[in-house]
């Protein structure tokens, strides 16, 4: 009987500690082949959201991401599916990091604005690019790194402040926009000829120097764009960066 009474008060205090122990949850959002037709926010504390297929920001909707989110293909997981992309086709998205929580973005295919709006504030974007068409965007405070064009653009206006640029082969691709039909990838040897550094007209003072509205308006201030290995800034547009 002692032996039993002992036994008994150490599983009730095992028990007990079981049960006062702090409990420790994981959240995480798998996103799915999606259209986002209304306006949607996504939280810390639903992260980090996991993109298994490609989802899309229609047209009059909007997506706003908070401070501290983290969002990954789901080929970061699983190799066996495919990086994914996250498109705004006439859509607002705001991605809203601070400096003490900013938003992280790895390995997607891509984000695709396409006659979109988008603010773009302390986030980190790896193994991930910007590709704008006929949009416009301000990104402050940000790091895009380690892709094969960390901002390609077509027809856009772009104001880029106080942000970093790193081992990318394009730090910033700004091409000449045509109606109709276009190649978007081009690897041209021709693309190749001036190594690290730019291609094309830049400048400092952008005052009263857009030459052609229908192209690229690009502003960079207090940015670093370094290590990437093809060219920093490439620019076939008449107008200056």
Same mark, same amino acid.
Not at 120 to 144: V, W, Y
Not at 213 to 228: A, C, E, G
């Given at each position: 009987?002692?032996?039993? %009474?002992?036994?008994?008060? &150490? ?9 006062? @122990?702090?409990? %420790? ?29 490609d989802i899309r920001? %229609? ?14 293909? @789901?080929?970061? &997981?699983? =190799?066996?599916n495919? =990086?994914? @992309? ?8 705001? &991605? ?33 690019g ?6 416009? %965007? ?20 772009i ?49 009263d120097? &857009?030459?052609? =509205? ?28």
């Amino acid at each position: 009987m002692k032996i039993y %009474s002992i036994s008994k008060v &150490i599983l009730s205090v095992l028990l007990a500690l079981i049960l006062l @122990a702090p409990v %420790s949850t994981h959240a995480e959002t798998h996103i799915r082949n999606e259209d986002i037709n209304e306006n949607e926010i996504w939280i810390k504390g639903n992260s980090p959201y996991i993109l298994d297929e490609d989802i899309r920001i %229609s047209n009059g909707s909007s997506l706003i991401i908070k401070e501290g989110v983290s969002i990954i293909s @789901a080929s970061s &997981i699983n =190799p066996d599916n495919g =990086p994914n @992309a996250i498109s705004i086709d006439g859509g607002d998205l705001s &991605i809203l990091g601070t400096i003490e929580e900013p938003v992280n973005i790895t390995g997607l295919y891509g984000i695709y604005f396409v006659h979109s709006n988008s603010n773009i504030e302390n986030t980190i974007f790896d193994n991930t690019g910007l590709n704008f068409f006929q949009s416009t %965007s301000t990104i402050s405070n940000s790091i895009l790194k380690n892709t094969r064009w960390a901002i390609y653009s077509k027809g856009s206006r772009i104001a880029i402040e106080k942000s970093k640029f790193l081992n990318n082969i394009y730090g910033i691709a700004s091409y000449k926009y045509v109606s109709g039909p276009v190649l978007m990838y081009n690897d041209s040897e021709s693309f190749n000829q001036n190594g690290i550094g730019g291609l094309g007209n830049a400048i400092e003072d952008m005052a009263d120097m &857009i030459l052609d =509205p229908l192209q690229n308006v690009i502003y960079i201030t207090d940015s670093s764009i370094v290590d990437n290995t093809e060219y920093g800034i490439y620019n076939q547009t008449i107008n200056p960066i």
